[in-house]
């Protein structure tokens, strides 16, 4: 037998790790992609790599001249802070929720439901107004208008000489009768007299904008000095498709007038927010005013005129 002597090689390699130098400009900057850190900083808001900012990064007080949106801000050294190019809005509220004002001096809420243009203690309107604090109370600083306000004035009857002609629309039975008044110059109207409760008819287009309650005045005189008189006021608003040759009005209102000390003075039969129920903007509403003769005076009163107020937004 054969004996072989075998030799083995044993290679050794020597592996020597490379340090790649990084300039100064970098020291304080991760590498994007590594593991671990270079020098300096760990991280920006926690966060590595190619950093992009993220809303929540900063606080309003870490930015020199910032302002924090949800806390009071006070503007100091006489700067002017310029705001025509945006809108500043109160918050919306009622009376009955008004904070107290002795703790919020200056501060303003728009009330909703203002009881009149400078109602901010008694509300159960529907008017806006601007209330601000002078520390003790709160005080009307103005009223919010949401539209144009609409004024129709109804003429009942016109003369030609001494020939009256109704405007208004009158029944088959319990008229008032057309007549003319005046010296220096004339103008017509209708006469409601005692012996039943007359009634005559106007109407006009509710418009495509209208938003608000609607007020009567109605314009009367009477030939007869300090008369307890009594008006009626019923609406009926009809609607396209809708039955215009019998519509149900609704249930009338009524208004109690003293007349003035002297006969024949101007004096008015005042009704804010007539009723409006089955109204809607584009309705044909009818008026039918009338004379309640459970009152007290026996005596003819004239209509010469009914205003109607009320709000519409601009079209």
């Not at 904070?99 to 009149?116: C, K, Q, R």
Request: proline share 4%.
């Amino acid at each position: 037998m054969r004996l072989y002597k075998i030799s083995l090689l044993i290679l050794v390699i020597s592996i020597t790790a490379i340090f790649i130098p990084i300039p100064s400009s970098y020291a304080q900057h991760p590498i994007q992609g590594v593991g671990g850190v270079v020098s300096g900083i760990s991280s920006v808001f926690g966060r590595l790599g190619a950093i992009v900012a993220t809303s929540g990064d900063y606080t309003a007080a870490q930015v020199t001249n910032a302002v924090d949106k949800t806390a009071a801000n006070t503007y100091s050294g006489g700067g002017l802070q310029d705001f025509s190019a945006m809108k500043v809005k109160p918050a919306d509220t009622v009376v009955g929720s008004l904070p107290t004002a002795s703790s919020n001096t200056n501060v303003e809420y728009i009330v909703t439901d203002g009881a009149s243009t400078t109602d901010c203690a008694s509300g159960s309107g529907s008017i806006r107004v601007i209330c601000i604090s002078n520390g003790t109370t709160w005080i009307a600083n103005g009223q919010i208008i949401t539209g144009v306000k609409r004024i129709e004035w109804k003429i009942p009857a016109v003369c030609n000489n001494a020939t009256a002609s109704t405007l208004w629309a009158l029944p088959t039975s319990t008229a008032p009768a057309p007549t003319c008044y005046g010296t220096s110059y004339r103008f017509g109207t209708l006469d409601y007299d005692d012996a039943a409760s007359e009634t005559a008819t106007f109407s006009f287009m509710l418009p495509a904008g209208w938003t608000s309650t609607i007020d009567i005045n109605i314009s009367a005189f009477i030939n007869a000095t300090t008369q307890s008189v009594k008006a009626t006021i019923a609406t009926k608003c009809v609607a396209t498709s809708a039955d215009i040759l019998n519509p149900t009005f609704n249930a009338a209102q009524t208004v109690t007038v003293t007349s003035p000390g002297t006969a024949n003075q101007r004096f008015l039969f005042t009704q804010t927010s007539v009723t409006t129920t089955g109204c809607a903007a584009g309705n044909l509403m009818l008026f039918k005013i009338g004379r309640d003769n459970s009152d007290t005076s026996t005596t003819t009163y004239s209509i010469a005129g009914a205003e109607i107020d009320y709000q519409s937004t601009y079209n």
